[in-house]
């Protein structure tokens, strides 16, 4: 079945320090790839995605790329801050499924310390 | 435009009862999906409801049942609770199954 893998945590990061938070997936046919945040004790954000191959998506000046050869979406941002403390989660979706349900990895707890 | 919303915030429970979470869908939105968040995991998929039908299920055991209501709002019923169903549990709505926008959850403590 469908899975996902990504880096185990926590990461702990200076303030202004180059974030890189690996995530790999396996799955049956073309899922949607996302990054999920959630800020302690909420819900989850969604934070980006990626459709198809090679599409980018970006946000809050977080990026992350989907690479079909190497089946994998490595979260990236070049400056973090002290907000962005939080537990990150790759997740994908697979239409093969015939519904949308999200099958996540397990987290990564990211602080930044100023 | 109201977000996703759920109801209880905190629940403690003990084991072999019975719970009723609740979950309001965003405006629009006609899906609900519901998962399984346990302490330092990712979240779990339980099942989804398209237009009040079950469009999909998870590796979850019969005694997780769900409603969606005309007015796309969900309900998640746990029968005979366990230990290990304490967990954050969350719901996320999304418009013909596309992009899934979640509530805050409703924390599950099973005694």
């Known amino acids: 079945g469908d899975s996902v893998t990504q880096m185990e945590g926590p990461v702990t990061l200076s303030e202004e320090a180059f974030l890189t938070i690996n995530c790999t997936y396996t799955?049956?046919?073309?899922?949607?790839l996302f990054w999920y945040v959630q800020y302690p004790g909420e819900g989850l954000q969604l934070l980006l995605k990626?459709?198809?191959?090679?599409d980018k998506g970006s946000n809050k000046g977080f990026e992350a790329t989907y690479r079909k050869e190497t089946t994998s979406f490595h979260l990236e941002k070049g400056s973090v801050q002290v907000s962005d403390s939080a537990v990150y989660f790759c997740a994908l979706s697979d239409r093969a499924f015939g519904n949308e349900k999200l099958t996540f990895g397990t987290g990564t707890r990211l602080t930044i310390i100023p | 435009e109201t977000g996703v919303t759920q109801s209880p915030t905190h629940l403690i429970k003990t084991r072999g009862q019975q719970v009723t979470l609740r979950c309001s869908s965003q405006s629009g939105h006609n899906t609900v999906s519901w998962y399984q968040q346990a302490l330092g995991q990712g979240p779990q998929f339980i099942f989804q409801y398209y237009r009040e039908e079950e469009n999909g299920r998870g590796n979850f055991p019969p005694r997780f049942s769900g409603l969606q209501f005309p007015n796309y709002s969900s309900e998640l019923n746990v029968n005979a609770l366990e230990l290990d169903d304490s967990a954050l549990y969350l719901c996320?709505?999304?418009?013909?199954?596309?992009?899934?926008?979640f509530g805050p959850g409703t924390r599950l403590t099973v005694t």
């Open positions: 996320a709505s999304s418009l013909d199954g596309a992009e899934q926008y």
């Open positions: 990626a459709t198809k191959a090679d």
């Open positions: 799955a049956t046919g073309y899922p949607s």
